[in-house]
T-cell receptor, first 115, second 111 residues
Framework: EAEVAQSPRYKITEKSQAVAFWCDPISGHATLYWYRQILGQGPELLVQFQDESVVDDSQLPKDRFSAERLKGVDSTLKIQPAELGDSAMYLC?????????????FGPGTRLTVL | DQQVKQNSPSLSVQEGRISILNCDYTNSMFDYFLWYKKYPAEGPTFLISISSIKDKNEDGRFTVFLNKSAKHLSLHIVPSQPGDSAVYFCAAYNQGGKLIFGQGTELSVKP
């Protein structure tokens, strides 16, 4: 069964360091999402790609976060510099097409701890 | 502004009994709702959905009810099984196609 792949699964870093997370969506899925889930809360969308283009990054803290999906397939989310408040689960999801009613398939996530 | 709310952080149910998870929303323009289940160290997986034109959708042991006038939906699991123990997220699509999640309810089904 096709799955969304993410790496690393766990990352521990010190504040002010740079971190990067990688996501490989299900083959053929045009839409890719990065979510952040803080403990005790639901996932919150950070950025959404349609192919290689960003269609929604309104909740992405652009002073320190960046995301790219250069060839419209896999994607990288970067944080530089990391802050203590960035400790969270970072989830990647993909869907076949963009828009409502389309099931989003989630990867296992990257658990980030900033010390 | 929490547009999708799950006010019960946790729920404990005996195996074989009914589990009822509740969700409230504030935006009357939401027109499609989903439930996701999440096990520890895994990503959320889709469970069941309902369109605003319906008031009930059933899939095996899982049924979702939608009360639009009350802006409330609920997930019923009958009978509950220990393998159902997980965190359940209610979510809704807004007008822009963004999925808005609730805070989650941790269900524990005791043998």
């Amino acid at each position: 069964e096709a799955e969304v792949a993410q790496s690393p699964r766990y990352k521990i870093t010190e504040k002010s360091q740079a971190v990067a997370f990688w996501c490989d969506p299900i083959s053929g899925h045009a839409t890719l999402y990065w979510y952040r889930q803080i403990l005790g809360q639901g996932p919150e969308l950070l950025v959404q790609f349609q192919d290689e283009s960003v269609v929604d990054d309104s909740q992405l803290p652009k002073d320190r976060f960046s995301a790219e999906r250069l060839k419209g397939v896999d994607s990288t989310l970067k944080i530089q510099p990391a802050e203590l408040g960035d400790s969270a689960m970072y989830l990647c999801a993909s869907s076949l097409v963009r828009g409502s009613y389309n099931e989003q398939f989630f990867g296992p996530g990257t658990r980030l701890t900033v010390l | 502004d929490q547009q999708v709310k799950q006010n019960s952080p946790s729920l404990s149910v005996q195996e074989g009994r009914i589990s009822i998870l509740n969700c409230d929303y504030t935006n009357s323009m939401f027109d499609y709702f989903l439930w996701y289940k999440k096990y520890p160290a895994e990503g959320p997986t889709f469970l069941i959905s309902i369109s605003s034109i319906k008031d009930k959708n059933e899939d095996g042991r899982f049924t979702v009810f939608l009360n639009k006038s009350a802006k409330h939906l609920s997930l019923h699991i009958v009978p509950s099984q220990p393998g159902d123990s997980a965190v359940y997220f209610c979510a809704a699509y807004n007008q822009g196609g963004k999925l808005i999640f609730g805070q989650g309810t941790e269900l524990s089904v005791k043998p």
